[in-house]
């Protein structure tokens, strides 16, 4: 699977950013697909989640702010983020997996990620 993450850029606080992360090799359908994020200095932390059969989840300093969503039909997961805080700048990477791993490290496949910059 090779992922391409798309949609960064720099916005002020309380704005809006919309990710894409595109999908070849392999149809998405089957695979829990996730974005995670690292700020500078920071180690990479899990943002959230969608999983083949609907089932999603959020890192509780996201959670009502992001909403991440699938396109089977397009391979692509989206990462629509609002209400966006200084604190949420950092480097957005999606990762790929057959299964749900628990940590960021045992995912199989990652996009190149993409940077977001909110501004205060």
């Known amino acids: 699977v090779q992922l391409q993450a798309s949609g960064g850029g720099l916005v002020q606080a309380g704005g809006s950013l919309r990710l894409s992360c595109a999908a070849s090799?392999?149809?998405?359908?089957?695979?829990?697909m996730a974005w995670f994020r690292q700020a500078p200095g920071k180690e990479r932390e899990f943002v959230a989640v969608t999983r083949w059969r609907g089932d999603i989840w959020y890192s509780d300093s996201v959670k009502g702010r992001f909403t991440i969503s699938r396109d089977n039909a397009k391979n692509t997961v989206y990462l629509q983020m609002n209400s966006l805080k200084p604190e949420d700048t950092g480097v957005y990477y999606c990762?790929?997996?057959?299964?749900?791993?628990?940590?960021?490290?045992?995912?199989?496949?990652w996009g190149q990620g993409t940077l977001v910059t909110v501004s205060s």
């Open positions: 090799g392999r149809t998405l359908s089957d695979y829990a």
């Open positions: 990762a790929a997996d057959r299964d749900l791993p628990s940590r960021s490290g045992l995912w199989g496949y």
